[in-house]
């Protein structure tokens, strides 16, 4: 890819817009404060990244979806994560947030859990959007960490430091678990959609051609991120979307079994699995018997 920006460390963001670094690890940067400000850019993050914009300036892509963000929203990107940015001429970004390296959090609580975080892998059509309230929560955060930053560094300053970040990620948790709640009408729109895409997906045949049918297949329909997808679909049902999935699989293999005279091997297959011991073992798993001991069972 041309002109690809290898983003994987805090001083090459702050070169970027042309602001200073006080630490090798960590940055809050306010954007308000850039002296360049490159129009058109694409970055592969090697580093953390969060940032509430306060006005929407210009478009962030990933692959070929647009962020959807405005004015008064977080958007958030993590390593490995490829986004390109194009900004209008003469339009100066405003956005304050924190960036970290991994390097940061290792060995601290934090580094343990931040795959527990799953809006860093969110994408297209789904930033998260604050109330006032949220938004002053989001601000003390990050007023509190660049406190840590500018303190003289003693034994407790990396620990304060990813402690203070670690509430941040905590309360935007909190904030995405308030939007899907806010937005239920349309999650149930998506749980629907859900539902007929895997009705159709075992009576179209796919599983004998495309296997069992996975998270990120559906995702991709209804044009979510599997992140966002799973914990949307976690809200609504209490269940995660893999064990949805493995719910409609167990009652269509109920199904078959009592009303067809197929094999088990056959059932299996019909259902998208490579092999007849796989089914078995998921099947007693759940039903706690075998599809041979479930068919024999008193109707």
Same mark, same amino acid.
Request: hydrophobic residues 35%; charged residues 25%.
């Given at each position: 890819?041309?002109?690809?920006?290898?983003?994987?460390?805090?001083?090459?963001?702050?070169?970027?817009?042309?602001?200073?670094?006080?630490?090798?690890?960590?940055?809050?940067?306010?954007?308000?404060?850039?002296?360049?400000?490159?129009?058109?850019?694409?970055?592969?993050?090697?580093?953390?990244?969060?940032?509430?914009?306060?006005?929407?300036?210009?478009?962030?892509?990933?692959?070929?979806?647009?962020?959807?963000?405005?004015?008064?929203?977080?958007?958030?990107?993590?390593?490995?994560?490829?986004?390109?940015?194009?900004?209008?001429?003469?339009?100066?970004?405003?956005?304050?947030?924190?960036?970290?390296?991994?390097?940061?959090?290792?060995?601290?609580?934090?580094?343990?859990?931040?795959?527990?975080?799953?809006?860093?892998?969110?994408?297209?059509?789904?930033?998260?959007?604050?109330?006032?309230?949220?938004?002053?929560?989001?601000?003390?955060?990050?007023?509190?960490?660049?406190?840590?930053?500018?303190?003289?560094?003693?034994?407790?300053?990396?620990?304060?430091?990813?402690?203070?970040?670690?509430?941040?990620?905590?309360?935007?948790?909190?904030?995405?678990?308030?939007?899907?709640?806010?937005?239920?009408?349309?999650?149930?729109?998506?749980?629907?959609?859900?539902?007929?895409?895997?009705?159709?997906?075992?009576?179209?045949?796919?599983?004998?051609?495309?296997?069992?049918?996975?998270?990120?297949?559906?995702?991709?329909?209804?044009?979510?991120?599997?992140?966002?997808?799973?914990?949307?679909?976690?809200?609504?049902?209490?269940?995660?979307?893999?064990?949805?999935?493995?719910?409609?699989?167990?009652?269509?293999?109920?199904?078959?079994?009592? %009303?067809?005279?197929?094999?088990?091997?056959?059932? %299996?297959?019909?259902?998208?699995?490579?092999?007849?011991?796989?089914?078995?073992?998921?099947?007693?798993?759940?039903?706690?018997?075998?599809?041979?001991?479930?068919?024999?069972?008193?109707?």
């Amino acid at each position: 890819m041309d002109n690809l920006i290898q983003l994987d460390t805090i001083e090459k963001y702050n070169n970027l817009f042309g602001l200073e670094t006080f630490h090798p690890l960590v940055s809050v940067v306010d954007l308000n404060n850039a002296t360049k400000f490159p129009t058109h850019f694409t970055v592969n993050y090697g580093i953390y990244a969060l940032f509430l914009k306060q006005t929407k300036c210009g478009d962030i892509r990933y692959g070929r979806q647009i962020y959807d963000y405005s004015e008064g929203t977080i958007t958030s990107f993590a390593p490995g994560q490829v986004v390109e940015t194009d900004m209008p001429e003469g339009v100066k970004p405003s956005a304050l947030g924190v960036l970290f390296h991994p390097d940061l959090i290792k060995g601290t609580s934090l580094g343990q859990e931040i795959k527990s975080y799953s809006f860093f892998s969110y994408n297209s059509n789904e930033a998260l959007h604050l109330s006032e309230e949220e938004k002053e929560i989001f601000l003390d955060c990050l007023k509190k960490t660049q406190m840590e930053l500018i303190h003289p560094i003693d034994r407790l300053s990396k620990r304060l430091i990813a402690r203070n970040i670690q509430l941040l990620l905590d309360y935007c948790m909190r904030f995405y678990n308030r939007q899907f709640i806010t937005r239920a009408e349309a999650n149930k729109d998506i749980l629907t959609q859900f539902e007929t895409l895997l009705d159709s997906y075992f009576q179209s045949g796919k599983p004998q051609t495309e296997g069992l049918p996975t998270v990120k297949y559906f995702a991709d329909q209804v044009y979510l991120s599997p992140n966002y997808f799973g914990d949307l679909i976690k809200k609504e049902t209490g269940k995660t979307a893999q064990e949805y999935i493995q719910n409609k699989i167990i009652d269509a293999a109920k199904e078959q079994l009592i %009303a067809t005279k197929k094999t088990v091997s056959e059932i %299996a297959y019909e259902l998208g699995f490579q092999y007849s011991q796989h089914f078995n073992r998921l099947f007693k798993k759940n039903v706690g018997y075998t599809p041979t001991e479930y068919r024999k069972l008193p109707v």
